[in-house]
């Protein structure tokens, strides 16, 4: 059997030894990987697997389609935005699935290619799509987005205090000058900006940004539906979070349900939840592999069980 081709240089997969066991492999199973990336949960999670076991692993980026492993007996790449899952469940006419792996946020290859625009540390267009075939850019958030939108983007996503000036300084400048590039955006936002916090800020300008051109949280909310749906009794819904936004959503949604976190009781008072919290400690990288791996550092690991 051909051994999977992945490029470490890609990303490296963060808490890759809890995924798995997280994710309770059987080796017949059918299991999902829905942020394929560079391949690297995946690559573990095949080698967990018989001829009969199968992993479809979904990405949006052109540039994940150079990872896809070599084992069309074992592996099914899907090339779309997971919220699509339900669909593309049915299309493959997979009955139920044993579990499923959710790596969220932006993998270390965005924010290394420049041209993506993904990060503040060089001068690039002002992109940030995640499937750049399609849909529109940052850069038309910010020329065409009135500015209460732009407040809002900036708060909610971004959880900035000050998201009001930064929207009213972006409407203000573009009424002579089109945001293009990068540099445009910091020559903006960097005096409403302590010394201090600048470079936390800007992440967060840039999160913000990032969220609403993918619709993070929508598609976020989508794929934890179809999840639950998807899943077999005693599935397992495994996710890694980075910021307090989708990490609010998935516990909210291991816990009830739901995204608002509410419990629902029967007649008898009796909790109702269609799953069960594996690990009601959240689970995160220890000081060595954040040390190897900085972007594991705001990571969480949610782990639940369908009932």
């Known amino acids: ?39 690297g949960h995946s690559k573990e999670i095949i080698k967990h697997l018989s001829e009969q076991g199968h992993l479809y692993g979904f990405d949006q980026d052109a540039d994940a389609e150079q990872n896809i492993p070599q084992d069309e007996a074992r592996f099914t790449f899907v090339r ?53 075939r399609g849909g529109i850019t940052a850069a038309d958030v910010l020329n065409k987005y009135s500015e209460e939108q732009l407040a809002n983007i900036f708060y909610l996503y971004g959880e900035l205090k000050n998201a009001r000036r930064i929207a009213s300084a972006v409407v203000k400048t573009r009424a002579t000058q089109s945001f293009v590039r990068i540099q445009d955006l910091l020559d903006v936002v960097k005096p409403l900006m302590g010394r201090d916090r600048e470079k936390k800020d800007l992440a967060k300008v840039f999160q913000a940004l990032r969220i609403e051109v993918n619709h993070e949280m929508d598609a976020l909310r989508d794929m934890l539906n179809a999840a639950l749906k998807n899943l077999k009794p005693g599935g397992r819904l495994v996710v890694l979070t980075y910021h307090s936004l ?55 690991l949610r782990i639940a069980e369908k009932l």
């Open 1 to 39: 059997m051909t051994e999977p081709k992945i490029l470490d240089c890609y990303h490296v997969p963060v808490l890759l030894e809890a995924c798995i066991e997280a994710m309770n492999i059987h080796p017949d199973g059918t299991y999902v990987d829905v942020t394929f990336g560079g391949g």
């Open 80 to 132: 779309s935005n997971f919220r699509y899952l339900d669909n593309w469940m049915r299309y493959h006419e997979v009955e139920g699935i044993d579990a499923l792996l959710a790596d969220l946020g932006v993998s270390s290859h965005h924010f290394d290619a420049e041209e993506r625009g993904f990060s503040f540390r060089f001068d690039a267009s002002l992109d940030m799509r995640m499937n750049g």
């Open 246 to 300: 989708e990490d609010r959503i998935v516990k909210n949604f291991m816990r009830a349900g739901n995204f608002e976190g509410k419990v629902e009781q029967d007649f008898f008072g009796n909790r109702k939840a269609p799953l069960k919290a594996i690990n009601n400690k959240v689970i995160v990288p220890d000081d060595d592999e954040q040390q190897r791996n900085p972007r594991s550092r705001s990571a969480k």
